[in-house]
């Protein structure tokens, strides 16, 4: 069964910067493309950033230049690392694979930029 554990949020002035981790268990890792995703409340839930089994990436409009995702095959481990946040970057952040997740998903790991 697949976990997924993220980790790494939490409350940063705006202009702050966080790194996110998210690991993933009971799966081959290093075959899938993964994604991380966001909610905001009242939103629905969307795919911010992608990174393909050999590394390519892929950002939303939203986040290119501030964002980057990576991985590590070996640790089954995927990392978003946040720079420059906005207030509007608040919401709580998921990892998963793309472009269709998993049948679960983590807990989630809550992102609030805040002054």
């Known amino acids: 069964q697949v976990q997924l554990v993220e980790s790494g949020g939490g409350l940063v002035q705006p202009g702050g910067s966080l790194r996110l981790s998210c690991a993933a268990s009971g799966v081959i890792f290093m075959v899938y493309n993964m994604g991380w995703y966001r909610q905001a409340p009242g939103k629905q839930r969307e795919l911010v950033a992608r990174i393909s089994n050999s590394a390519s990436t892929n950002y939303a409009d939203s986040v290119k230049g501030r964002f980057t995702i990576s991985r590590d095959n070996a640790k089954r481990t995927v990392y978003l690392q946040m720079n420059s946040l906005k207030p509007e970057d608040t919401a709580v952040y998921y990892c998963?694979?793309?472009?269709?997740?998993?049948?679960?998903w983590g807990q989630g790991t809550q992102v609030t930029v805040s002054s």
């Open positions: 998963n694979s793309d472009p269709v997740p998993f049948g679960s």
